[in-house]
């Protein structure tokens, strides 16, 4: 049965024969699609500062053009043909901006500081599903094994009942009751095998590879808050949605800061060569050069309201982009309640599974022993049976609430990253794109003292504090 589901797995690489749930977050965030992706569309965000960074460079073009004229006089007037060529070369410089260009630059920088902590946060919901899908396979193996076991017992039970009816010790109903009992069992078992096929699907979705023989997941108390309180204060500091709308407020103040600036004088400079002369015959001797340099200050004066317009919408951007920050703040301090409160509980719930599962096994070993002795009938053995059975299912379950909750508490804080989960793993250099592209083609040397003066009316991007490190940098493995 199990080889029936485990067959729609095929087209994927097979797993090692043993693999570390630090094995399967190492692969998932080298090749994950989903991550991928979004790195894909930070470093396309990147090029929104160079775009910005344009209105400081110069803009150089060529034009060339060629003319004929024919005119035919009536009556014998003949015909009088002429051409003529031009060619020019402009070259414009700003200098002067309003502030319209430095507030873009400062809007396109926070909003890649936000695209940054948006990659956190697509990599916290990756490696969340990793250790999600590792935990349910890990987790569906048990409890196929738990079933495996149960079918075991029940058909030694159901043997030893049918014997002991042929010497009349019981009835057909106690035979009855055990083919039922191992029926329902056989039942769960395919349930079972089914329930672990699904799981081995959303792991292989997410790693990128079957799974085989998984280790013990292991512990994250060490990169974990202490108290619920240090919880709350990571959360707002390090929280990748708060800390993304912060840097979206951010931008949405300089957008404001760029509207205002329509109003203001721009100053450019322009330099042009022309050439003109004959296309045919093509004399470059015989051309005519014409060098014009000048100087253009604009005033815009009256835009029939456009400008007041942006500027209005682009405050009510901003007044939305503020509110958006607190309710981001409140979303994330419910997140690390409901991930606390969940861990508290599950591990409340690991340490009363596990005296529910010494007590039902010493109480099956026991009913097994006085029915024997005709203390017990066959409905006793099958209900301790079934009892021990339910209370291992509900220890496993227990233990994989446990790690998921801890692993949400992590990700409310902002400490579900590679550089947590797996300290040895190179990690992705998100910042490496946009320096690359800080001195790229089309970079002038005098475009920095021009956006230094031109900056003096527009806001900066206020870096946030870095995201701190987990208490131990030895990663979740201690």
């Not at 005296?355 to 006085?370: K, L, N, S, W």
């Not at 291992?392 to 446990?402: K, W």
Request: aromatic share 4%; no cysteine.
């Amino acid at each position: 049965m199990a080889s029936i589901f485990s067959a729609g797995l095929i087209g994927l690489p097979p797993a090692a024969a043993a693999e570390s749930l630090l094995d399967a977050l190492a692969l998932a965030y080298q090749t994950n699609p989903v991550l991928q992706a979004q790195r894909a569309n930070l470093r396309a965000l990147d090029e929104s500062i160079v775009q910005a960074r344009s209105g400081w460079r110069p803009t150089l073009g060529v034009s060339a053009s060629a003319t004929y004229n024919e005119v035919r006089t009536p009556n014998g007037g003949g015909i009088d043909e002429s051409n003529s060529a031009t060619a020019g070369l402009s070259l414009t410089q700003p200098l002067w901006t309003g502030g319209r260009v430095a507030s873009a630059v400062s809007a396109a920088e926070a909003e890649v500081l936000a695209g940054r902590e948006s990659l956190r946060r697509v990599e916290a919901e990756v490696l969340a599903g990793v250790i999600t899908a590792y935990v349910d396979v890990r987790r569906d193996q048990e409890a196929l094994r738990i079933r495996r076991d149960n079918v075991q017992v029940l058909s030694r039970q159901l043997d030893e009942s049918n014997a002991r009816f042929e010497v009349g010790e019981i009835t057909r109903t106690d035979v009855a009751q055990s083919q039922a009992r191992l029926a329902a069992a056989e039942a769960q078992l395919r349930s079972a095998e089914a329930q672990l096929a699904i799981s081995r699907a959303g792991y292989a979705a997410v790693v990128g590879q079957n799974p085989g023989s998984l280790e013990a997941e292991p512990p994250l108390a060490s990169i974990l808050p202490s108290t619920v309180d240090q919880a709350y204060e990571a959360a707002e500091r390090d929280n990748p949605q708060v800390r993304q709308a912060l840097y979206n407020a951010q931008a949405a103040e300089a957008r404001v800061a760029a509207a205002r600036a329509e109003r203001m004088p721009n100053l450019s400079l322009t330099g042009n060569v022309g050439w003109t002369g004959l296309a045919e015959p093509f004399e470059p001797s015989d051309y005519s050069r014409a060098v014009t340099g000048r100087a253009t200050v604009t005033v815009p004066l009256f835009t029939g309201g456009l400008t007041n317009s942006r500027v209005r919408a682009a405050r009510e951007r901003e007044t939305a982009a503020e509110l958006t920050v607190e309710q981001t703040r409140r979303s994330a301090l419910q997140s690390v309640t409901q991930a606390w409160s969940q861990l508290l509980a599950a591990r409340a719930n690991i340490g009363s599974t596990e005296e529910q599962v010494r007590a039902a096994r010493i109480a099956a070993e026991g009913v097994r022993q006085e029915q024997q002795v005709g203390l017990r009938t066959t409905i006793d053995v099958l209900n301790a049976e079934q009892e021990l059975r339910a209370a291992e299912l509900a220890q496993i379950n227990a233990r994989r609430d446990e790690y998921v909750a801890a692993t949400l508490v992590l990700a409310a804080v902002g400490r579900l990253d590679a550089a947590n989960l797996a300290p040895g793993l190179e990690t992705y250099d998100a910042e490496r794109n946009a320096r690359d592209l800080r001195f790229t083609w089309g970079w002038t040397p005098w475009e920095e003292p021009i956006g230094v003066v031109d900056s003096v009316f527009a806001p900066r991007t206020q870096l946030l504090p870095a995201t701190a490190p987990a208490p131990s940098a030895a990663g979740p493995a201690n």
